[in-house]
Every structure is written in C-alpha cells, then in structure tokens.
C-alpha cells in the first residue's frame, strides 16, 4: 500500500526511455489523492506533462508494484513504472 499522507498518497513513479524523455527525469515522487486508479494517474501524467507522455501513456505499460497492469481501474500502489512501448512485443 502507498505511504498515506494527511491529502493523498506518496505513490514512486518511476519512468523509462521515451517516458523519462517526456517526464524529463527517471523518477519522481507524486501525491495522488486516496483511492487513484491507474486512470486517474494516466490522466495525471498527461496533463502534467503534454502530448510526448500522451503518446506513452496510451501505447506503453504500467506496472504497478511489479505486476503489468492495463485497467484503469486498478488502484495504484506505492510504485508505479512507467514503459514505452517497445518494439517486437
């Protein structure tokens, strides 16, 4: 389960290649509000940061506490890696 704070949870986002190329960093740590689902961070990430983590967000993969995961409604965990689609799979 996620660090809980007094507004929201700690969630560790981590991203990889084109996903840090949109993210401009390799991981962050963001506060999500109690009971965010994998939708709700997808929403999240895009607005934050535009149409490159758009393009990831809607073709890549989550995993969620290491486990790939693709219904938005799954709530999200403590860590959350984010891939970009990869060729071949």
């Known amino acids: ?3 809980e704070t ?3 949870v700690i969630v560790a986002v981590r991203y990889f290649a084109a996903a840090a190329d949109a993210a401009q960093c390799e991981e962050e740590q963001l506060v999500l509000e109690d009971g965010a689902t994998l939708g709700s961070l997808k929403a999240l990430l895009v607005e934050r940061y535009g149409d490159l983590m758009r393009r990831v967000v809607e073709s890549g993969s989550f995993l969620l506490n290491g486990v790939v995961r693709k219904d938005d409604a799954v709530p999200v965990g403590e860590r959350v890696d984010v891939l970009p689609p990869f060729a071949g799979g």
Do not use: C
């Open 1 to 3: 389960m996620a660090a």
């Open 6 to 8: 007094g507004t929201g």
